[in-house]
């Protein structure tokens, strides 16, 4: 994975907060943590956005064999 290197201005309290309840032990692991956790909210609230919209052409036995085929 490439890296990109970028220059912030950040609240120091805010960012050694985010480190001291993350656990993470440097800056930039509290800086990926906070944007990784970002990411999977909006993603998830993009995908509860959408519940319930899609029609499925599925009876409950197409479900059922579905899922014991995991």
């Given at each position: 994975m490439l890296k990109a290197r970028t220059t912030v201005v950040l609240d120091?309290?805010?960012?050694?907060e985010a480190r001291r309840l993350s656990g993470a032990k440097t800056k930039r692991e509290a800086?990926?943590?906070?944007?990784?956790e970002?990411?999977?909210r909006l993603r998830r609230e993009a995908?509860?956005?959408h519940a319930g919209t899609l029609e499925l052409a599925l009876t409950?036995?197409?479900?059922?064999?579905?899922r014991q085929e995991r």
């Open positions: 120091p309290a805010l960012l050694e800086i990926e943590r906070a944007l990784n970002l990411v999977k995908v509860a956005l409950q036995d197409d479900l059922n064999r579905v």
